[in-house]
Structures are given as C-alpha cells and as structure tokens.
C-alpha cells in the first residue's frame, strides 16, 4: 500500500513534466546547444595555445628566446624556473606543467607525460641548433667543411623523454568529459529546482493539504523526487544519446564507444547526485511558502554546484591528475560531477570509484533522513519562512 501511494505520486509527476511544452522544447534545444558545445570545444582544443614549460638548470637562459620563438609559431608559452628536476617532473605528471625543460642550450632536453606539442618541439629544436651553429662557426677556421656543419646542424634536436605513453584520444575524451560536466551540473541544477518548486507550489496553494489526507508526508516527498528523477534521468538519457549521435555522425567525435561508456557512468552518478541534491531541495522548499522566497533559500544549494562546476572545468582542464582533483571528486557534494568526469578521461581508479560511491551513497541516507524530518515538520507551516530548527524539532514528533 505504501509502494502504491508513491507510485501514484510518482506517476503524476512524470505525466506532468513529459506533457509540457516547455520540457520537449527545452529537450530539443539542449541537444542542439551540446552539440554547438562539442564542435566548440573540439576546435579549441585542436588549436591550444597555452603551454606551460618549466625551465632547470642552465636551460633557464633560454626563457625569453623560447618564448619569442614559440610566439613565432603561434604558440603562447609561459615558463617558470624549476629548482629541483624532480619537482619538475612531478608537476608534469600531474598536469601543473605541460613540459620541464633541463640540460645546456645546446643540449636541451624536454620532459612530457605523454606527447609533445609539435610547435613546442620545433621552437627548442631551433635553438637547439641555433647554439649549436655558434660553436661550430668557431671552427670554420680550422677547417671544417660547410657540408660537416650541415650534418651536425641536422643531427641537433631536442632530447624527448615522455612518462607515459601518447595518447591520441586525449583532447576528444576531455571534450566528452566536459561536456559530461555540463549535462549533470544542469539537470542536477534544473530537476532540483524543480522539487522545490514543486513542495512551494503544493504548499501554497494549499493542495498538500489535501494529499497529506490520504498519504503521509514522507510518502509525498519520496513520489516528488522519484518522478522528478525519472524525468531527469530520461532526459538526459535523450539529450546525451542524441548528441552523440550527432557528433560523431557530424565528425566532432571519433570516440563514440568510449564516450557512449562515459554517458552510461554519467547517468549511474547522476542518479546518486540527484537523489543526494534532491532531498536538501525538497526540505528548502518546505521551509518557505512564497515562490518569490524559493530563490532565497535555495541560494546555499545552488551556490553549492556552481561551485563544482567552475572547480570541475578548472581542474579538469588544468589538473586532471592531480591530489586535489582526486580529493574533490570523492567528496559527496563534488563527486557526482568530478567523478564521472575522471572516469571519462580515465584517471579515476576503481577503489576511488568504489569509495566515492560509498560515501555518496552514506550522505543520501543521511540527508533524506534529514530532509525528511525538515520537509514533514515545515510543510503544513504556512505563516512565514520557517526555521531549520523548528522544523526539526516538529518533525520529529510522532504524527
């Protein structure tokens, strides 16, 4: 009977959503925007210009003339002096660093995780022979021939040593894994919202008093967010589905079997994260009993997934490898984001998977306990914002 009533709730919500205009239109719209968002993205990173070098030892001399010919190029490059080798070549396994150069100018050597950028590796093979063509003009006297010059000019090339092996699908499985990003930070932001809205909505027209004649208030609460989940969790199924299709149909996405994967874990964590976010949403929503106060009480929330947001996209693009992205990502508020993300650029290993979801799933039990002592002691207030603590208290009560 119970399973029942929150079927039937669940089952409204649903009808409602998929009924709406607005969802089928805002459903088209987004495939068309994510799409835009992959050949963007794709094009961005086919033409990155920013490359960070570390410079050790006497190879800090050529700073400013690998700068100057790397810009010649049309590559951006800032250096930095690097004092130990060693942490150099930390820096660039962790991605703080795209390159560490040590060695003599004229013997340089270039440390990488896995590739080179070309434009990077003619800027140092220049000066590489520039300086070995200052030495060798100083034996032109003793008589070297033009020809020897030219073959030890030739053989003068920049040493390469990469820590792992290239990986020519790098560039395509960020663009999957930021795309990712985008699609949960969304729907989790969109779907949760609508929860609250939904309580407030119930509330204020009175009509949850009516429903909580023939169900209990936890009942109420679980059919919401089970049918606001499903809608969500369909919704992104098609949004990401299509999109794919799309681009790679369209050429922007040469990883389809891979990133077809990334969607499946993307919708494993989006069910996590949803049901992690919902609860805090539907109990906001329960303490106000206006529309126009939704947003205020919600800001501690929202403000919450912005922030993974912009943490995603920054550490993602500049530090997929680091501690503190891997710290992050096992963290319930971060991880349905951060994680799905890693496992898409495929640096997340499987007891971080396995712990993240652990905890994730520690933290939904503890705050639909929470919630729902909050949403069942707030809802049938209706004389002004109620506080957090009222609400527990009145929750907890036996009904």
């Keep these: 009977m119970m399973a029942r009533a929150v079927w039937v709730i669940a089952r409204r919500e649903v009808r409602t959503r998929l009924r709406a205009r607005s969802f089928l239109v805002g459903t088209a719209v987004s495939v068309v925007v994510l799409v835009a968002f992959v050949l963007v993205q794709t094009s961005l990173f086919a033409r990155h210009t920013d490359t960070r070098v570390g410079l050790s030892g006497q190879a800090t001399a050529v700073a400013e003339p690998l700068r100057d010919e790397a810009r010649s190029r049309g590559l951006a490059v800032s250096t930095s002096t690097v004092r130990d080798p060693a942490e150099g070549a930390a820096q660039v396994a962790d991605g703080d660093l795209d390159a560490l150069v040590t060695g003599a100018p004229g013997t340089l050597r270039v440390l990488v995780r896995d590739s080179v950028d070309e434009n990077l590796r003619g ?30 000019m ?20 960020l663009v999957v894994a930021l795309v990712l990003v985008v699609l949960l930070y969304m729907s989790l932001l969109l779907h949760g919202t ?13 009509v949850v008093e009516i429903l909580l004649a023939a169900v209990r208030p936890w009942q109420l609460l679980l059919g919401k967010v089970v049918g606001l989940g499903l809608v969500g969790l369909a919704q992104l199924a098609v949004i990401g589905a299509a999109g794919l299709v799309l681009a790679a149909t369209a050429g922007a996405l040469t990883i389809p079997a891979a990133a077809a994967g990334t969607l499946l874990w993307g919708l494993f964590w989006y069910v996590l994260g ?31 997934l912005v922030l993974t947001f912009v943490l995603a996209f920054g550490l993602l693009t500049r530090s997929p490898t680091g501690t503190g992205t891997a710290v992050l990502s096992l963290l319930p508020p971060f991880a349905p984001i951060l994680m799905p993300a890693r496992l898409a650029l495929g640096t ?18 503890a705050l639909a306990w929470l919630g729902g002592r909050v949403y069942t002691g707030a809802i049938l207030r209706t004389d002004g914002r109620v506080r957090v603590r009222d609400a527990l208290r009145a929750g907890s009560r036996p009904s």
Aim: without cysteine; glycine residues 4%; proline residues 4%.
């Design 348 to 365: 997340a290993p499987a007891w971080q998977v396995l712990l993240a979801a652990a905890l994730l799933l520690a933290a939904v039990a």
């Design 194 to 206: 609508m929860v609250a809205q939904g309580v407030v909505e119930e509330k204020s027209s009175r």
């Design 154 to 173: 030739s053989d003068a090339t920049v040493d390469v040593h990469a820590l792992a092996a290239p990986d020519p699908t790098g560039d395509q499985r």
């Design 123 to 152: 800027a140092l093979n220049t000066l590489v022979q520039k300086e070995v063509l200052r030495g060798l003009l100083a034996t032109l006297d003793d008589g070297a021939s033009p020809d020897d010059l030219l073959a030890t």
């Design 274 to 304: 949803y049901l992690f976010y919902a609860a805090v949403f539907a109990a906001a929503g329960s303490l106000v009993s206006r529309q126009e106060e939704t947003q205020a009480v919600l800001l501690p929330v929202t403000s919450v």
